[in-house]
Nanobody
Framework: VQLVESGGGLVQPGGSLVLSCAASGGTFSSNGMGWLRQAPGKEREFVGSISASGIGIYYADSVKGRFTISRDAAKNTVYLQMNSLKPEDTAVYYC?????????????????WGQGTEVTVSS
């Protein structure tokens, strides 16, 4: 499975961004998917996950109420809508997939990774 993220960039505090992750080479409809991020000098951390069915959705407490994860089976794409962005959201954001239908909450839960897209929140 190949994953390619897009949509990162520079945004002011309070602004919004939408990240996309296009999947190919596998059975996207069978994979739980997730978004994780890594800030400079910090470990990679969970942001949100979505099950293969799109029903099971979970978020880290730090982004709950601000970020929304979704998936489009017809486009083999997962999205991360990010609103009310804060400077502490600055990180490289990674899309990840796993061989199981459920999402995961740890980096080690995932089998496939994108290359990452950088998000910088700054005035």
């Amino acid at each position: 499975v190949q994953l390619v993220e897009s949509g990162g960039g520079l945004v002011q505090p309070g602004g919004s961004l939408v990240l996309s992750c296009a999947a190919s080479g596998g059975t996207f409809s069978s994979n739980g998917m997730g978004w994780l991020r890594q800030a400079p000098g910090k470990e990679r951390e969970f942001v949100g996950s979505i099950s293969a069915s799109g029903i099971g959705i979970y978020y880290a407490d730090s982004v709950k109420g601000r970020f929304t994860i979704s998936r489009d089976a017809a486009k083999n794409t997962v999205y991360l809508q990010m609103n009310s962005l804060k400077p502490e959201d600055t990180a490289v954001y990674y899309c990840a997939g796993r061989r199981y239908r459920s999402g995961g909450s740890r980096p080690t839960d995932y089998d496939y990774w994108g290359q990452g897209t950088e998000v910088t929140v700054s005035s």
